[in-house]
Nanobody, 119 residues
Framework: QLQASGGGLVQAGGSLRLSCAAS????????MGWYRQAPGKQRELVAV???????GYADSVKGRFTISRDNARNTVYLQMNSLQPEDTAVYYC???????????????WGQGTLVTVSS
């Protein structure tokens, strides 16, 4: 289970920090990340962090967003600075990994948290 939190309403130029904690049976984690989906648009990758600590970002958020991870707590964070109205979307937490040793690598999703940036 992935529990995301931290969304809300913020003015342009402001900041928010999203958190996502994974609980339950987890055998291994390949990566954790954040996706977002704006109204009328497809879901897109925002940022990802691998088990080794490598990170990747969408071009639209580079330099403004920072992803980090607490491996001991299976928690991933997304620090979002200099937010713009175009960042408005539902943000979804993703975990890619194995739930048990005998299962394949799969994608698991949180429930989504709404981020609204007003101009």
């Amino acid at each position: 289970q992935l529990q995301a939190s931290g969304g809300g309403l913020v003015q342009a130029g402001g900041s928010l920090r999203l958190s996502c904690a994974a609980s339950g049976s987890i055998f291994s984690i390949n990566s954790m990340g954040w996706y977002r989906q704006a109204p009328g648009k497809q879901r897109e990758l925002v940022a990802v962090i691998t088990s080794g600590g490598n990170t990747g970002y969408a071009d639209s958020v580079k330099g403004r967003f920072t992803i980090s991870r607490d491996n001991a707590r299976n928690t991933v964070y997304l620090q979002m600075n200099s937010l713009q109205p175009e960042d408005t979307a539902v943000y979804y937490c993703n975990l890619r990994g194995r739930r048990w040793s005998w299962t394949d690598v799969s994608d698991y999703w949180g429930q989504g948290t709404l981020v609204t940036v007003s101009s």
